[in-house]
């Protein structure tokens, strides 16, 4: 028993089982109706029955949300370099930056989709948005918080600003870029999901939205938990990327107490 | 044979601006250390060692008062890179491994660091780390890290080294291998070394001069010579002369 409550796959494995029972044990013991609720063994058969329907809203969702997440974290990545690079760009751009991510993008997207146009551009554009601006902050925040005596170090050895920032900040900033680029790239899918939902022709915000127009409760789930594993894999992606750049770095190693 | 000075302290005060008004960390510093000599700075905490090791380094600029290092201001002599600095924490880079630690200031200076490799190398070799090239900083134990970075102050071999307590959080064994090594290091290369320290035994056993110092505000109180025959060994911390200076030593740092 102890070996089973300590091992990697047996907890999560556990809860899902019992979510499962409580889900299905719901819908026969208060009979709740299809419609409202369905049942796992109903997703299941929307999803191999029309697996190429799902296939093919979350490639375009895929596309908009990957697009969007490069584009805008390139330009926030560059950005933040700028204003960290110089102090004079930082006191000129750094209040527009904080204010600006306090901007809903669901209030914002339906007029970037009327300047951009009903293509996946403005899809993108979205998603661009929401990943630009955590970029831009934390690649900042990264790069002013090298160790001082790193610091130090580099003015003794009279490194030129150039290398300050290259071999010194660029490096010191890299698990806040990731902190960030986790972060987006969840956020990343959202945003395109609700560009969606707003005007579009494919893509899961699109699917989901024609099926609450006929009420076809399985597949808006079906849908729903695509996006989730989109998100997740998408997640799982940058963390992979991020323990190859970053293993130095102590926020990788195990809180013992 | 009559040296010529390397380091020339004038009348130095740093005061730091604080919530309170000035705090006075250094008051009317002076001091000469000739090329090629050993001189430590020992005294209480507070009393403006690491200031004084920070205004020669061009870490801190002097409020009143002169520094010459090699005839030149202190920003000149650290952009000609006249000095080298080894500081409390080792201050690696943990991204690197121990080559590409000791090849940084090669990289910062601008040089050909392939025509480096050799010498990277050779100063891996003498602080006893062949082996440990491709090992990262978190990989290896204090008293090796500390001697990733002796080796990282040594690679561009400037005239004059800076150690700010090198070995002060070292136990007292690595502590005294490492002042043995320091001193090999020291007697081949002949640089003028700075050396910070809280302990008055690895000060005799290493210095030439003795620079004691007190606090509130720091300044120096006296400097003692340490005239021991060199290269020297451990046997000098038998005799009488290396106890009369311990305690000489000590009654300065409690009075």
Request: aromatic letters at 12%.
């Amino acid at each position: 028993m102890k070996k089973l409550i300590e091992s990697k796959l047996f907890p999560p494995l556990f809860f899902l089982v019992l979510l499962f029972v409580i889900w299905v044990g719901s819908i026969i013991i208060f009979k709740i109706p299809t419609y409202l609720l369905p049942s796992p063994l109903k997703i299941y058969k929307e999803i191999v029955q029309n697996f190429y329907l799902f296939v093919f809203n979350g490639y375009w969702t895929l596309v908009e949300a990957m697009a969007g997440y490069l584009l805008g974290g390139s330009f926030g990545f560059l950005l933040g370099s700028l204003l960290a690079y110089s102090k004079f760009f930082e006191r000129g751009f750094l209040p527009y930056v904080v204010g600006a991510t306090t901007i809903p993008i669901v209030a914002f997207a339906p007029l970037v989709i009327i300047y951009v146009g009903f293509g996946i551009a403005s899809k993108i554009v979205i998603a661009a948005i929401v990943s630009f601006f955590p970029l831009t902050l934390y690649t900042l925040k990264g790069m002013q918080s090298s160790d001082l005596i790193h610091r130090d170090l580099f003015y003794v050895l009279a490194a030129s600003r150039f290398n300050v920032f290259i071999k010194l900040q660029l490096q010191s900033a890299l698990p806040y870029i990731f902190t960030a680029m986790k972060q987006t790239s969840t956020i990343a899918v959202i945003a395109a999901i609700i560009a969606e939902y707003i005007q579009a022709d494919r893509g899961f915000g699109y699917l989901i939205l024609q099926s609450s127009y006929v009420m076809d409760i399985p597949r808006m789930w079906s849908a729903v938990i695509f996006s989730c594993l989109l998100a997740m894999s998408f997640y799982g992606l940058v963390v992979l990327i991020e323990r190859k750049f970053v293993w130095w770095h102590s926020s990788l190693k195990e809180l013992r107490i | 044979m009559s040296k010529i000075n390397s380091i020339k302290v004038k009348q130095l005060s740093k005061i730091f601006e604080t919530k309170n008004g000035g705090f006075e960390a250094l008051s009317d510093v002076n001091l000469e250390v000739k090329k090629g000599d050993f001189v430590s700075i020992i005294g209480p905490s507070g009393c403006g060692k690491t200031t004084l090791m920070r205004c020669l380094s061009n870490l801190e600029d002097a409020s009143n008062g002169s520094i010459e290092i090699n005839g030149k201001t202190p920003d000149v002599a650290r952009k000609d890179r006249d000095f080298g600095m080894v500081f409390q924490s080792s201050g690696l880079l943990s991204w690197r491994n121990s080559f590409d630690n000791v090849m940084l200031p090669v990289e910062l200076s601008g040089k050909d660091t392939n025509s480096y490799k050799n010498k990277v190398n050779e100063l891996l070799d003498l602080v006893s780390l062949i082996g440990f090239e491709k090992s990262y900083p978190h990989e290896l134990s204090g008293g090796m890290q500390q001697r990733v970075s002796i080796a990282r102050s040594l690679i561009l071999e400037p005239q004059i080294l800076f150690m700010d307590e090198p070995f002060g959080a070292l136990d007292h064994i690595t502590r005294e291998k490492l002042n043995i090594e320091l001193l090999n290091i020291w007697e081949k290369r002949k640089q003028t070394i700075i050396f910070i320290t809280h302990n008055i035994r690895e000060a005799i056993f290493l210095s030439d001069q003795i620079v004691v110092m007190e606090s509130n505000p720091g300044k120096i109180k006296k400097i003692l010579n340490v005239d021991f025959p060199r290269p020297r060994s451990d046997e000098i911390k038998t005799y009488s002369k290396f106890k009369e200076l311990e305690l000489e030593g000590e009654t300065l740092l409690k009075s």
